[in-house]
């Protein structure tokens, strides 16, 4: 069955960075897009953006355009997400969720990555 | 980017139905059949509901039902269960700005 396992929850100081990462297994990895999205304390949903099937191609959300990267390591499965220069405000869990190409919705996440940002 | 806009909260009885509403823009739901709800509750990942506005993946049971007129979008959960407590995200694709979600509607079951 496909799963994303996601690494375990972070505390970070003001001005550091995060990188959580995502192992899929279950489905052919390289066939999918994956999405990070993230939710602040009692907060809704926030789109952050997408690594595509080829790899090559990220889009971000503007709010994150200059901190955040989104990369993957096809020999691992694993898609990766670092947020720089963070800030108490990005204290949030972060999730990553599958998309197959061009079908505009997320059919499996992950369990969600808590990120604690504090001095 | 401005979020989606939902009710903050919707509550009705058992066996009955409640409608939650999302209204974006013309540079996403309205332009756009690419609506998709999701489901979550307390400390879990979301769960797919709907997608492209009306459509319901494998499993999900025929009581969820999705609409869309304009510039807003509506999930329906007929025939209310103990289960369907949970928050609601609408989601819609925005073009070259990605995603949008809104800020989550709680559905309450009395």
């Known amino acids: 069955q496909v799963q994303l396992v996601q690494s375990g929850a972070e505390v970070k100081k003001p001005g550091a960075s995060v990188k959580v990462s995502c192992k899929a297994s279950g489905y052919i990895f390289t066939s999918y897009y994956m999405h990070w999205v993230r939710q602040a304390p009692g907060q809704g949903l926030e789109w952050m953006g997408i690594i595509k099937s080829g790899g090559t191609i990220t889009q971000y959300a503007q709010k994150f355009q200059d901190r955040v990267t989104i990369t993957r390591d096809t020999s691992t499965s694993t898609v990766y997400m670092e947020l720089s220069s963070l800030r108490s405000d990005d204290t949030a869990v972060y999730y990553c969720?599958?998309?197959?190409?061009?079908?505009?919705?997320?059919?499996?996440w992950g369990q969600g990555t808590l990120v604690t940002v504090s001095s | 980017q401005s979020a989606l806009t939902q009710p903050p909260s919707a509550s009705g009885s058992p066996g009955q139905s409640v409608t939650i509403s999302c209204t974006g823009t013309s540079s996403d739901v309205g332009t756009y059949n690419y609506v998709s709800w999701y489901q979550q509750h307390p400390g879990k990942a979301p769960k797919l509901m709907i997608y492209?506005?009306?459509k319901r993946p494998s499993g999900v049971p025929d009581r969820f039902s999705g609409s869309k007129s304009g510039n807003t979008a509506s999930l329906t959960v007929s025939g209310l269960q103990a289960e369907d407590e949970a928050d609601y995200h609408c989601?819609?694709?925005?073009?070259?700005?990605?995603?949008?979600f809104g800020a989550g509607t709680k559905v309450t079951v009395l």
């Open positions: 989601k819609s694709y925005a073009g070259s700005n990605g995603y949008v």
């Open positions: 969720a599958r998309e197959f190409p061009e079908s505009y919705y997320f059919d499996s």
């Open positions: 492209e506005v009306s």
